[in-house]
């Protein structure tokens, strides 16, 4: 009989560390704050917009929202 052959698992990489705040100007992380925050207000729109075109009119609710209607039985 022969060896059973045993893959190694390897880890993933770890993710890149975060860029260091140390010297960042306060103002621009703010508007990069808000630019993201913008963004996907934007996103969210877009998809209820479809979401709504897609139901002929109608109202879609998000799943979570569903969810938790469920969940507190109103």
Do not use: N, W, Y
């Not at 260091?20 to 621009?28: L, M, N, Q, T």
């Not at 993201?36 to 729109?45: I, V, Y």
Request: glycine letters at 10%; hydrophobic letters at 35%; proline letters at 15%.
């Amino acid at each position: 009989m022969g060896k059973i052959f045993k893959p190694e698992i390897q880890a993933p990489a770890p993710p890149p560390p975060p860029p260091s705040p140390v010297g960042a100007d306060p103002a621009e992380a703010a508007k990069t704050q808000k630019a993201m925050e913008d963004a996907a207000s934007a996103e969210r729109k877009a998809r209820g917009r479809a979401a709504t075109l897609l139901t002929g009119g109608e109202g879609v609710e998000d799943p979570a929202t569903i969810s938790k209607r469920m969940l507190l039985g109103s």
